[in-house]
């Protein structure tokens, strides 16, 4: 006989075309029924330990997710979460990529190990959304979207150039190889770097550990750009960000931003995201750049290649799946599912258009229109 909890979610699933203990590849097998305690006390945190916990299994994760957040049954569930839900917003009070708790915040992730990173990630470890213009190869698909982020700033040989949140050095090696320009790279990855100044041998390439607040240059860059670093930055550090980075800018120079964006403003991530992937990283909308933008750049371009994030954490995962076995003695179970949960997830929300990723060519207030290929 079904307890009153299994039919209370069997009845919400079901507006999303998900069976418990169905034979559907999206349908979700219940291994023990404390799941559903954890998920009416803990929301989607419960969700996602439960998961790491086998109390539930499905085969097709990114498919059940995308079904879910199109159905927004997150605000079909009542009662005790919406309670939880409450207490969240007490966090938006103070602010959570303050400097110091940013400097442990980024590492958390980063850090966890290179051997994780390496076979999951294209030859120049670009840790971000691929472009698949006219290939279905990781590889490709990273060069062809490291290539249009240098053509939408039009980069030129012997330019001076900072890479935001730099991550392994991937822009920064394209740029300096394809495009013969001076790079620097702002991180606060010890791993990254290591291994970074290693595959950038040779290139006119800098990496500098230090948060882009502290950061002090010698003399103003030609082109800045960021690549999936604001998402750590925060709603209440927007505004600096903007500040800081047009303050590293020549006067005529171009900023590429490159983020994740969410369909609605929020102040916090996910909470199982954020305590067991991104501490405190939060997904920008549309409005929260704007405002924060004003009077500081002018936006000559705004490109969205959402879906393409969504081919991009499958393939990571297909390649974390095939390396695992060399992995799983050293990192375990418990991380393998927590990984993989993190990797389908996330393309299921893409998938679902619940996130997207937007690339804005900036430029300051009172610039000349700057000419560059769009490249799309």
């Known amino acids: 006989m079904k307890?009153?909890?299994y039919k209370l979610f069997e009845e919400l699933l079901y507006k999303a075309d998900i069976k418990l203990n169905g034979d559907r590849p999206w349908d979700i097998?219940?291994?023990?029924?404390?799941?559903?305690?954890?998920?009416?006390?803990?929301?989607?945190?419960?969700?996602?330990?439960?998961?790491?916990?086998?109390l539930w299994d499905c085969n097709q994760l990114d498919e059940m997710i995308n079904r879910v957040l199109k159905a927004d049954l997150d605000k079909k569930i009542t009662g005790k979460e919406k309670l939880l839900l409450g207490k969240e917003k007490l966090k938006t009070l103070i602010?959570?990529?303050?400097?110091?708790?940013?400097?442990k915040d980024v590492p958390f992730h980063y850090d966890i190990?290179?051997?994780?990173?390496?076979?999951?990630?294209?030859?120049?470890?670009?840790?971000?959304c691929a472009y698949f213009k006219d290939s279905d190869s990781l590889d490709v698909a990273q060069e062809q979207k490291l290539?249009?982020?240098?053509?939408?700033?039009?980069?030129?040989?012997?330019?001076?150039?900072?890479?935001?949140?730099?991550?392994?050095g991937s822009f920064m090696k394209y740029a300096a190889e394809h495009y013969g320009v001076v790079c620097?790279?702002?991180?606060?990855?010890?791993?990254?770097?290591?291994?970074g100044i290693e595959k950038c041998k040779g290139l006119d390439v800098n990496f500098v550990l230090t948060d882009y607040r502290e950061y002090v240059p010698t003399e103003k860059y030609d082109r800045v750009v960021s690549i999936g670093m604001i998402e750590h930055v925060g709603p209440l550090n927007y505004k600096e960000f903007f500040e800081c980075s047009t303050s590293f800018l020549k006067d005529d120079g171009l900023f590429l931003l490159h983020t994740i964006g969410g369909v609605e403003t929020v102040k916090s991530c996910d909470p199982?995201?954020?305590k067991y992937i991104f501490p405190n990283g939060v997904i920008p909308s549309v409005a929260q750049l704007g405002s924060s933008m004003e009077n500081i750049f002018n936006i000559e371009d705004f490109h969205n290649i959402g879906p393409d994030y969504d081919k991009t954490l499958v393939k990571w995962y297909e390649n974390f799946e095939n390396s695992w076995k060399n992995l799983e003695e050293k990192y375990g179970d418990k991380f393998y599912r927590m990984w993989k949960y993190y990797l389908l997830s996330c393309a299921g929300a893409f998938r679902s258009?619940?996130?997207?990723?937007?690339?804005?060519?900036?430029?300051?207030?009172?610039?000349?229109k700057q000419e560059y290929s769009r490249a799309i």
């Open 353 to 368: 258009r619940k996130l997207n990723t937007w690339q804005l060519v900036l430029s300051k207030i009172g610039t000349e």
């Open 147 to 168: 290539d249009l982020v240098c053509k939408k700033m039009g980069l030129k040989k012997g330019m001076r150039v900072l890479d935001i949140g730099c991550g392994w």
């Open 184 to 195: 620097d790279g702002l991180t606060l990855s010890k791993e990254q770097v290591k291994l």
């Open 29 to 54: 097998k219940i291994n023990d029924e404390t799941v559903f305690t954890k998920i009416l006390e803990s929301g989607s945190l419960g969700f996602g330990e439960g998961y790491m916990d086998h």
């Open 113 to 128: 190990g290179n051997d994780i990173f390496e076979p999951m990630l294209d030859k120049y470890m670009t840790y971000t």
């Open 272 to 274: 199982w995201i954020r």
């Open 3 to 5: 307890s009153p909890k």
């Open 95 to 103: 602010n959570p990529q303050s400097i110091l708790r940013t400097k």
